[in-house]
């Protein structure tokens, strides 16, 4: 048996698919026009809702309950980490070999395949960090060959405010986004047409659970208290509209149009075993200054979340193949950590509400083949780049789904897959 | 008797003070522990809760009586134009002469002195436009001499997203905010301390009535249906955070800690009279691409609105002098109109809610003195400016108190004063 390991009695639970006993991520499901909040264990839905209903959470206070019979994880997450502490430990209980409610639970599990997944959260905010240095480096290197990296990078865990209201969740089509764009002779009026350099961004984004007041900054010591779970986000961008458009006031209408996030929020408890340390600075690198510097996030404030891009294309399907890899690359190499992310955020008194995205910005390793983006794969469409099946891309086409996916996996330690995050690009 | 005018039985609301009959700005109370929604009328507030519950409303449908009652306007918002202007007529009736309520609204009156004022709205996007061409181009000549117009300025209607969360209502503090600033010299640390470079910036804010849905752009020519109406907006800035961090992904913590609106919103139908044609394309300027021309609002899409800044310091308050004027401005001046704004930001599919704010960004006019922020009026920080006190300001001290007011005055009109958007600096 594995490490830390106990068995669950649901069916199929104890397969290594990463949703497992030690996973248990939160989701949101409709079935029979309601929507109610869930874990997810294997193949199989635990109906949060019913678990209240049935008496399975008497022992917390009516505020909790109350926040599990919402459709919304908002709520909850507010409830604050001791609330979700616990939770997890009843919901554990009652789903391992030893549950005192097997008999109850069983009454309460729904499949999987006959719910469809929504949002589980409403973010009120959206927060696209910029923590990869490769990213920010190769992404500099297209627009500013002799600068690539601006000077405030290694001090500043830059980042810019999205756009919260397209926010999707995983599984809804994309429709490819019309837009400005540049004019390629700059005595031409610019042209308004759809995208024609439509891209994916490969995320993860940190969701918020207790905010802070408005003046009262998180430090960085305590900024994991504040955080609920991770989830996968697909910042999808038209880069066409968003070079004519972002001077001087940064991304705009080239990001809006839709961000997917996957169905699943994997709690950071989840997580604990993944933890590692955050990437070595390079020799001259400077120290962060003490409000973004704490023992224990440089000690493990990184988490090892290997994470993958697919393709699948209208062709590729009707050839019946199986989604192809497009990149592939680590979040463990970030420059900056989640700590950093809340402490820097809040720095200026800023306050974080339940539900809050805080988006890392496109994971890309050193190498090009761990770049998170078509962008830095192509160099900005310039060299398409070619797919298994022989076809090539140096934007997305429509009918192309892009999947992201991420796997934690270490030895002794069971699997976590965090829940994938699809879309579909439909016409303009 | 001025035209179109007609008068209210409402003591004192006959008076030229701009909250007359012809205004009736919505906004929110805070009474015995409960928040109510209300129109203004002189210094009087009309509750909406309580026309409902004493049967004034009973014309409407449930779902806008129930609007009525809540503590923010927003579901009133996404009730839409008609039910608007229903609402307007009956309030208007009620308090107005003929009213054939008006006993009944005797009992409906609270004076405003006896009450808390609170926010509105609950936005959930802010978004800031860079509509003042004045305003653009004296910035880029502080940081761009050689090129301070961006090639996209006359084409795209430039905005990027703010945060929502730290919008606040007029009155409330606003504490200095820490950050990091650029290194004097390249070689040393940023240091992080409490911004050295506070400013204002005057501006107004469109807010969204009905939005639309994902992926279905609202057309320029519809584009007035989904606003509900206009407040005035301080988008405080952190100019020496802002400078550091900003690139390249535009402003984040250096405006984030506060952003304050009036209580009061000013009904767009409350601004019809004061409409009138955007300012003139200069020589040889683009003509807006088709999505963002429309006849109707070439003709009077711009909104003749004064609006003015006045700062009172510690001294000035203990000398007893009234708020010093420092800037003065117009609206109509703006290059871009709230139509434009709308079919812009919508252009690529964004959905847009209920109780969204549009901002202008700053309503800055040609000459220097009718710069709408400090960093235009002091040259960041260059040159600081003399108050009428004989004090100087390179930027806000603490203990200062920055108040935006804005008036629609016009021939033959009623007076329209926007409500006043008033914040204190307190120490960080």
Known sequence: MTKGSMLSWVDGANEPHGFGLNHLPYGAFRKDDVTRLCVRIGDWLLDLEACVRHGLLEGFAPSVRDACSQSTLNDLLAAGPEAWQAL?????????????????????????????????????????????????????????????????????????NGRA????????????????????????????????????????????????????PISIANAHEHLFGVTLLNDWSARDVQAWEYQPL???????????????????????????????????????????????DQQHGAFDIQVEVLLSTEASRAAGLAPMPVSRGNARGLYWTAAQMVAHHTSNGCNLRPGD?????????????????????????????ALPNGEHRAWLQDGDEVSLRALCRREGFLLIELGECVGHISEA
């Open 88 to 160: 997890r430990a009843v919901l554990t209980a009652c789903l391992s070999d030893d549950g005192y409610a097997r008999t109850a639970a069983d009454w309460l599990l729904v499949p999987l395949s006959e719910v469809e997944l929504v949002l589980p959260i409403d973010p009120r905010g959206y927060t696209d960090f910029y923590a990869s240095l490769h990213h920010a480096r190769r992404v500099g290197e297209l627009f500013r060959p002799d600068n690539p990296l601006l000077p405030n990078y290694k001090h500043v865990p830059i980042a810019y």
């Open 250 to 296: 940064g991304p705009f209408l080239g990001k809006s149009f839709a961000t997917s996030v996957s169905p699943w929020i994997t709690p950071m408890a989840a997580l604990e075993s993944f933890r590692v340390a955050p990437a070595a600075r390079a020799q001259g690198d400077p120290q962060p200054l003490p409000y973004l510097l704490d023992d224990a």
């Open 165 to 216: 209201s397209s926010v999707i969740a995983s599984g809804t089509s994309v429709r490819r986004p019309w837009g400005q764009r540049r004019p390629a002779n700059q005595e031409t009026q610019p042209t308004f047409e759809p995208s024609a350099a439509l891209d994916y961004e490969l995320e993860l984004a940190f969701v918020v659970g207790q905010g802070n007041a408005l003046g009262e």
């Open 357 to 385: 995205l805080l988006a890392t910005g496109t994971i890309s390793g050193p190498e090009r083949a761990s770049a998170g983006c078509l962008l830095e794969l192509t160099r900005n469409g310039a060299e398409s780049i």
